[in-house]
């Protein structure tokens, strides 16, 4: 499985952003997807899941409320749509996908958060 991240950039504190992750291969296999995220001298975290099969999503307490990952099954992409964005969310964000023979990360999209 092959994942493109795409819709990173810069916005002011209080603003929003989408994020994609356009999925090709054998996506039939991918059983969960999910965002993480690494800020500069940290380690990469988990932000948000989604199973593609049943809609179950699940964030990490720091974006409840402010993020939302979605999923189109007929387009094979996913996406995460930032509100109220803060400047501690400044990360670079990447795609995951996982399932039977597949662990596959995205090559990451900068989002960078002015305050």
């Not at 054998?26 to 049943?54: C, D, F, H, N």
């Not at 094979?76 to 399932?99: F, H, I, K, W």
């Amino acid at each position: 499985v092959q994942l493109v991240e795409s819709g990173g950039g810069l916005v002011q504190a209080g603003g929003s952003l989408r994020l994609s992750c356009a999925a090709s291969g054998s996506t039939s296999s991918i059983s969960v997807m999910g965002w993480y995220r690494q800020a500069p001298g940290k380690r990469r975290e988990l932000v948000a899941t989604i199973i593609p099969g049943t809609g179950v999503t699940n964030y990490v307490d720091s974006v409840m409320g402010r993020f939302t990952i979605s999923r189109d099954n007929a387009k094979n992409t996913m996406y995460l749509q930032m509100n109220s964005l803060r400047p501690e969310d400044t990360a670079v964000y990447y795609c995951n996908a996982g399932g039977i023979g597949v662990w596959s990360w995205g090559q990451g999209t900068q989002v960078t958060v002015s305050s």
